[in-house]
Nanobody, 127 residues
Framework: QVQLVESVGGSVQAAGSLRLSCAAS????????MGWFRQAPGKEREGVAA???????????YADYADSVKGRFPIPRDKNTVYLQMNSLEPEDTDMYYC?????????????????WGQGTQVTVSS
């Protein structure tokens, strides 16, 4: 069992930046993959960014991004804490953001493949 605690989101104007964090505790084996997902009311949850952390002789980090955020939302990771650095925010980025973790999701940005979730945090971008 892994527990995920997200930082508080916030409100920001378009073109601004915001940083979310998610700290994992408990069964850290389940945190090989950690990711961020977002969901608007009445819409399906979508993958934003995810990062794999593993070791094979040395630390390996590999990240994947949704096309809509590529180049804007890097996903740095420090052991069992993952961040979402949201830059050049747009009103379309307004959503509830969720942190998730899983040892081996079949598809890295597919929310159905993740079994541990944070409580969610609201991000609002005004024009």
């Amino acid at each position: 069992q892994v527990q995920l605690v997200e930082s508080v989101g916030g409100s920001v104007q378009a073109a601004g930046s915001l940083r979310l964090s998610c700290a994992a505790s408990g069964d850290t084996y389940s945190t090989k993959y950690m990711g961020w997902f977002r969901q608007a009311p009445g819409k399906e949850r979508e993958g934003v960014a995810a990062i794999y952390s593993g070791t094979f002789e040395k630390l390996i980090l590999y990240a994947d991004y949704a096309d809509s955020v590529k180049g804007r939302f890097p996903i740095p990771r420090d052991k069992n804490t993952v961040y979402l650095q949201m830059n050049s925010l747009e009103p379309e980025d307004t959503d509830m953001y969720y942190c998730a973790a899983d040892p081996s999701p079949r598809t890295v940005l597919e929310y159905r493949d993740y079994h541990s979730w944070g409580q969610g945090t609201q991000v609002t971008v005004s024009s």
